[in-house]
């Protein structure tokens, strides 16, 4: 048959199905429906033979074709007119059908297929909701039993693999969910009760505790009414679901475990779409019905939480935790305001159960690291990070205030301890294979941005140490008092060096708003600008005369210590001596996170071997600025 032909015939069987339902011929309604479910498994039957033959095996989802579209459009025509139709029986009988043909495409594993079809359920509820009549309350009950049927006579039998299963179960409590949705955003909390209450029936056996997918699924209700308490002006009558929901977790224990499946599974019932339409489009900012979902199992829980015991070496149950108090520190500092208050909450409501998991996270804290100290430190690690010290001192220093100053290393002197630099402990993380995102490279470039930044305030507080006895300038003055202190023979191959933006503009040619008399920039010598909190200030320098720095040959090394002789800078990794940690931890009392950190920390030697001096017979020339100059 050709596909005209085949949409011809089509049109036909929805015509004369519709037709027959307005005129409540039910013979002929069945027949018709007859006729679409041997169609829908012919389809199936033929997509599952055709994956079969060209691949290992048939997956849970086909690619069911422009025919299997026709149908589904045309059973939401049929489902329209059985709506429109006053006919209980007729009603009973058509969502029977749909409840018959969704069993087939479960039986058969092709969850894309039977998603499509429980959208007939969601379809038939809307309408039902919008167009209220006498009967409503009977109608309503009828598709709700046989959606829960679905569940409760199916999926629960074990006759498919785990995989068809749990994916039935996820568009099954989807289909459920979004129900109830429409009866909470229609504002009927009798509807979304009774709802809930046949979503648990076919999901759960009386007395027994919630699967992973129904618990997740009731959370995410849960939240949704709360997310509307606090933004979506929810009527107050709602807190029945509330209590409805929190009544069904009463068997329940594992909730640490179901906060991570309701994360899990947050996605694929499409939580967060419902967030995302509430808003309305073009609405920025971050998804938060997660977080509700969050405070929603602890208000389930209740005290229960509080006793329940998590296993602080578990990262998984550790990270749960810690999740929990962010969102209890939120309602701490007023979060979730109209959820509480509609709700009845008291704000001190988490004490305890904040006490619990601060003391599971310190637990779980204090362990891993402990597991990192015993970790061993990776080469590559610490090779990339001697490299990476090199090459940012080393691209640092062509720029900084050091080397403008600097005269010819001394070879001939002796080694020397180091009279600037560090030794300190940092945390196992940059140099071994942990959780924490630690890269060598960027620990390089922040202690040597430290150590530059050191050597300059060194040679500043040699320099400009008092500017009590300074002479004062102008920025209308500043070149000509320069050029004439060169030109006094005083300074010899000048370095200039201010903490003044505006003089540093200046006397590089850029100035930005300001009066500059002068038409070109200093070039007599270098021009640095220094990150000083003195009062605003320009200093020539020299380094034929003062002050003067230079290199000098590093000092004996330690355990884990190379030299660089380029730099004359040790840069050193290893391990504490035990006997000197024991001694940094006995110092003080510490809890036991901070001596786990402590004891898997490595010791970082960052020395460089420099000589900063002063002539005090050839002082540096300085003129202090104006305010504005700051």
Known sequence: MTRSAFESSLAALRDNVVMAIERREMGVVQDGLDVYQNLIETILDEQ???????ATGAGPNLPLGREWEQIVRDLHGVVDSVSASTSRLLWVDVLSWVR?????CAERGVLNALGMILTLFESAWSQELAAPSPDTTARQDALLLRLSEFGSFYLHLGRLDQEVVRGADVIYTRTFLRVVKSAIESGDPEAARVAIKYFLHGSTSPGSSLGPVTGAGLLALYAWVLYRFDHGNQDESFKTVCSQIANAFEHDEAFVLMLRASDELENELGIHWWELNERGPMSGGVIQIGTYMALALMLVAGPRLTWQPIDPSSDEEVDAARRLMTVIDSWEKGGFAGARATL???????????????????????????????????PDRVAAFRTAVHEKLAAARKESLTKALLTAPDSAAEPVQTNFGLDTLIPRWYFAETRVVAEPERLADDLVRGIVRGEEDRI????????????ETTFDSLAADLEAAIAGGSVSDPVVVTNSYQAHSILTGRPMGINDTSSEPFTAGPVLRVYD??????ALLSPAGVPTVRLLPPATRVDGDEADEELAVIVGVSELPPEEMNDIVGREERSRIDEARLRGSLRIRLLEHLEITMDPDR????????????
Do not use: C, M
């Open 100 to 104: 018959r043909v969704a069993v087939a």
């Open 533 to 538: 909190d003195r009062s605003p200030y320009v």
């Open 460 to 471: 500043l507080d040699l320099v400009v140490a008092d500017l009590a006895g300074s002479s």
């Open 48 to 54: 599952l033979g055709l994956q079969t033959a060209t």
């Open 619 to 630: 002082p540096a020339s300085i003129w202090t600025l104006p305010e504005s100059a700051w």
């Open 344 to 378: 009845g909450v008291p704000e001190n409501h988490f004490d305890r159960l904040k006490e619990h998991l601060s003391d599971v996270v310190d637990q779980g804290d204090a362990l891993l690291e402990e597991s990192y100290a015993r970790l061993p430190v990776d």
